[in-house]
Nanobody
């Protein structure tokens, strides 16, 4: 069973920075696409950033140029560096892994428990 544990959330003023971490229980990233999602109060969960096993990254338009996703396979950890934070970035942030046990398998979905990010003056 794959387990994902997020950390690094907290409260910060507008313009500040935070770095979120997503640690996996095993060496899954070579067979996974990892995404960071967020869910603000009263809103649907949305994809913020993603990284493939080959290191290809992509971002939602709302965070492009401010957030950076990266991975460290030696530590089984994916990071989300968040700079120039805005109040609209306030949400619970979740890590997701779409893990393929075999190359031809349909991906299994795994979620972390979430970490709160609050941006306010």
């Amino acid at each position: 069973q794959v387990q994902l544990v997020e950390s690094g959330g907290g409260s910060v003023q507008p313009g500040g920075s935070l770095r979120l971490s997503c640690a996996a229980s095993g060496s899954i990233f070579s067979r996974s696409t990892i995404g960071w999602y967020r869910q603000a109060s009263g809103k649907q969960r949305e994809l913020v950033a993603g990284i493939t096993s080959g290191g290809i990254t992509d971002y939602a338009d709302s965070v492009r140029g401010r957030f950076t996703i990266s991975s460290d396979s030696a530590k089984n950890t994916v990071y989300l560096q968040m700079d120039s934070l805005e109040p609209e970035d306030t949400a619970v942030y979740y890590c997701n892994a779409k893990y393929r046990r075999l190359v031809w398998s349909s991906p299994d979905d795994y979620w972390g428990q979430g970490t709160q990010v609050t941006v306010s003056p």
